[in-house]
């Protein structure tokens, strides 16, 4: 299938993936203290300490110990300590506004009512915007309050809204989101029928999304993944330059997603969670349409016991 894309918002702006592949060493290098140590006429003990190097000499030096694991474990040990927490790992469902993260990405929290099948459920979504640029940003799953959405976009353009499937939490705030800046909506052309219930035929997404397709918006490349499950067309959005994927109701913290209190077709859920999710990097931050922020490795110790 040819897929549509949004131009960029200025010409010859090109999309890259080379975040997700650029990783900064931080193993520190020094050179051999041993022969300043001999220069300096140090005895025994201190010529012993100056054959390690840098700042493990002076460790040794200190403590009187020559282990030569003692090094390895000061170094790991703060990196481990400083490595920053997830601002959207946080386990309450508070309305209101987090970040952005370091990736840029925003989470809106807005309360809503779903009703399917009958009942009447009372949810709180998640709706991602994410910086695609310095003037634009693509909206995620425009939940139950197109406001404060719009409130947390700011002056920045909406340069695309993409929804993971048709149910009211991800599409219910779409057409008032996409109208601020004239936007396209994307979604999967088999969640139509579901989009005419809750939009009408008026309105139609202006972008057909399918598994395998891919969007250049600004900056980002997203590629489209197939999550069929809780609905035939339900889709992910992956951005490999930053390492984070948007789940919709597929995965979320801890189990598969549910759509009210049921499973639509569980083995075919359980199939687009290892197939498509889990199959990504361990370290992809998973930020589904509810609750907190996990990751796929998280999630892939968890599998065998959803299976």
């Not at 290892?274 to 931050?285: A, I």
Request: proline share 5%; charged share 30%.
């Amino acid at each position: 299938m040819f897929w549509k894309r949004k131009p960029k918002k200025q010409d010859g702006q090109e999309a890259t993936d080379s975040a997700a592949e650029s990783a900064v060493d931080q193993e520190a290098t020094e050179e051999d203290s041993g022969e300043s140590a001999k220069a300096a006429g140090a005895d025994t003990a201190d010529a012993k300490a100056g054959e390690s190097t840098g700042a493990d000499a002076v460790e040794e030096a200190d403590t009187g110990t020559d282990d030569a694991d003692a090094p390895e474990e000061s170094v790991k040990e703060p990196a481990e300590a400083d490595a920053p927490a997830d601002v959207f790992a946080d386990e309450g469902e508070e309305t209101g506004v987090t970040g952005p993260d370091a990736d840029k990405i925003t989470r809106v929290r807005t309360a809503g009512v779903f009703e399917f099948d009958g009942e009447k459920h009372d949810v709180v979504s998640n709706t991602w915007i994410v910086e695609a640029d310095d003037e634009g940003v693509v909206v995620i799953d425009p939940a139950h309050d197109a406001e404060a959405v719009l409130e947390a976009v700011g002056e920045r353009e909406i340069y695309l809204v993409a929804c993971t499937n048709a149910y009211s939490p991800h599409i219910e705030s779409a057409i008032k989101v996409a109208e601020e800046s004239e936007a396209p909506i994307a979604l999967h052309p088999r969640e139509m029928r579901a989009w005419r219930r809750h939009h009408g035929a008026e309105h139609r997404p202006e972008i057909e999304v399918e598994g395998q397709g891919a969007l250049d918006i600004g900056d980002l490349h997203i590629d489209v993944l197939a999550l069929p499950g809780t609905a035939s067309g339900t889709v992910g959005y992956y951005i490999s330059q930053l390492g984070v994927v948007f789940s919709g109701d597929t995965l979320r913290k801890g189990e598969p997603g549910m759509v009210g209190s049921t499973y639509i077709d569980y083995t075919t859920q359980l199939a687009s969670i290892g197939e498509s999710l889990l199959s990504l990097p361990p370290d992809t931050r998973i930020l589904p349409d509810r609750g907190p922020a996990t990751t796929a490795g998280a999630e892939s110790k968890n599998f065998d016991s959803w299976v």
